[in-house]
């Protein structure tokens, strides 16, 4: 018995090691390769580093990487929940974009007061962003389109769609700004105090993205549904010897995913801007691909991932106090995640010569001897 606990404390002492050894080696092999690259440019990389240190440091900082952060990690888990199903769902920057559009329409227009005009707003974003990425699904399941195809594709209608509906339905000119009409007050997100040493205030939607981690997490590890997408994932064959209709879980999957990205302009909606105009955040749903590769699709991972590539993302401007172009920021970000899904790789091919090696041993292990019987 002691023996058989021993192997298994190994087991996961060796398992912990690895979890940690990946993205430690993952940062120092993006920090080296970064170095080069300011070093070629003619820049010191110890000041660059320093600078981009110091920045993260301030309050002001902190709240903007935070509510930067919250769309990213909501971008994040748009991506992730088609990850696991090993569907590619592209289309994520489309579905948040027409989603952000009518769910603009609708808050501005006042069809209803306060905190009912914001339920309106969220509700209609989920149903928008569902819908439009169920579209690929269909096309998946019924006439066998690949979903990068088709949300692709999906991308260029949602834009093409988008600027109709506010250049002809929604929108207001203000000056040489074309956009819906502002949500009123009443309707506003509030901010939540979080970060000491300064007036600005968190974007009150962190708490609906922590809130939705927490419910990836279960649905996807704790539920039948969670188990069957994941292992419909891994082979649909095996999927439907168990009963599981693959076609239901992918169309299920990617309308799942689309509500998410309804979700992703709303913290910019509700809490900032308050309206959908030329300046409206774009791009979010390909880094919400980028930041579920580099958390590995772990709600916790992805956490780390959205505010180290908003903290990148907030800094870029320090750099250019040294005379640094911001470009160098993307070719850390892009070193980042090449480093990780690097490290991830070798460290994986490592527990598996590990674990081919402990079991060789144990092959090679002459048995114990049966213990004689206790006399009668």
């Known amino acids: 018995m002691s023996g058989f606990l021993d192997r298994v404390l190994g087991r996961v002492r060796l398992g912990g090691w690895l979890a940690v050894a990946a993205p430690i080696l993952a940062v120092v092999f993006a920090v080296l390769i970064t170095s080069v690259v300011l070093l070629i440019a003619g820049k010191e990389p110890v000041e660059a580093f ?33 990850f696991r199903m090993n569907l590619f769902n592209i289309g994520v920057d489309g579905q948040y974009r027409l989603a952000a559009v009518i769910a603009a329409g609708l808050g501005g227009a006042a069809v209803v007061p306060g905190v009912l005009n914001i339920v309106l707003v969220v509700v209609a974003a989920v149903v928008v962003g569902a819908l439009w990425a169920a579209i690929a699904g269909l096309l998946r399941v019924y006439r ?62 962190i708490v609906v993205a922590v809130l939705l981690g927490v419910a990836y997490w279960v649905v996807l590890t704790r539920t039948r549904f969670g188990f069957e997408l994941r292992a419909t994932g891994k082979s649909e064959s095996a999927a439907v010897a168990s009963g599981v209709s693959v076609k239901k879980m992918i169309v299920a999957t990617m309308v799942m995913s689309g509500a998410v990205a309804g979700l992703i302009g709303m913290p910019e909606l509700l809490g900032a801007s308050y309206k959908y105009s030329n300046n409206f955040p774009a791009g979010l749903g390909f880094t919400g691909i980028a930041i579920a ?84």
């Open 50 to 82: 320093t600078t981009l240190a110091g920045y993260g440091t301030q309050p002001r900082s902190m709240v903007m990487i935070l509510n930067t952060g919250v769309m990213y990690y909501i971008s994040a888990l748009a991506v992730a929940v088609g």
């Open 144 to 205: 066998g389109v690949s979903e990068v195809i088709s949300t692709i594709m999906l991308n260029a209608i949602a834009t093409g769609l988008g600027s109709w509906l506010v250049s002809e339905h929604f929108g207001v000119l203000t000056g040489n700004d074309l956009g819906t009409r502002p949500i009123p007050d009443d309707a506003h997100m509030p901010g939540i105090p979080l970060i000491a040493g300064t007036p600005v205030l968190v974007n009150g939607f």
């Open 293 to 376: 590769l580099l958390g590995r699709n772990s709600p916790v991972g992805m956490a780390v991932g959205a505010l180290l590539w908003s903290f990148l993302d907030n800094s870029s401007n320090q750099l250019q106090l040294l005379d640094i172009s911001k470009e160098i920021v993307q070719i850390m970000q892009g070193v980042v995640v090449l480093s990780v899904i690097i490290a991830y790789e070798l460290v994986h091919r490592y527990r598996i010569v590990a674990e081919q090696r402990r079991v060789s041993r144990q092959l090679a292990a002459p048995a114990e001897p049966p213990k004689a019987e206790a006399a009668v």
